[in-house]
């Protein structure tokens, strides 16, 4: 499955802050790992929306998951491949749509991370909404988006039938980490249904 949507930026460079120690993006990578790894204590089925190379979830997969990891740059989705064990699929695809993460679905983690700060608060609302047909019952997200807008993003949650778990908000930088449970009955998985389109 080929991903041939418009580049929105440089998303290679992008990943360079990653290297840099002490910079707001390595320090949410901590904390987005440092989130996970309680969740992934066994082997677990999980989602990564727009996953970059995949850093933040790869190193912590236990043996005998199920990944898929959907990222539209080619560039980075071979850099994910190539640290993927076995039972990872990295698919160069849109992350946009429901139906690249059948394979997994329902899924018992899904990581939207670098997400919902790069799409319309309309298609927040929208993927939210829609997250618990990728979920499989009390499964759970782990998602970013900056500054003020992710308490709008902590509602949305709410009002979607999740309960927050975590939420790191660090007073010396702009990331926010959050980490919900479906607390509701999952809806059935549908393909093909639009969740966000990359501003
Ligand atoms: C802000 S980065 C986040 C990457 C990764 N989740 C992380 O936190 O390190 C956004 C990623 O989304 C990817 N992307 C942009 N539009 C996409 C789309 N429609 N489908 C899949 N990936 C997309 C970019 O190539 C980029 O790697």
Known sequence: MLFNGPVTRDWVGWHDEYATPGSALARRLEVVRGHLRPLLDRPRSVISM????????????PAGSRAVLVEGDPVLADRARRSAADGVTVLTADAGTTTPYAPVAPAEIVLACGVFGNIAD???????AALPSLLAPGGTVVWTRAGSEAETVRDVFAANGF???AFTAPSDARFRVG???LTRAPD??????RLFTFT
């Open 188 to 193: 059935p998985f549908l393909p093909d249904v």
């Open 179 to 181: 980490v919900h449970r």
């Open 163 to 165: 309960a927050e778990l």
């Open 50 to 61: 727009c996953a970059g190379d995949g850093r933040d979830v790869l190193p912590l997969l």
């Open 122 to 128: 309309e298609d927040t609302r929208r993927t939210i």
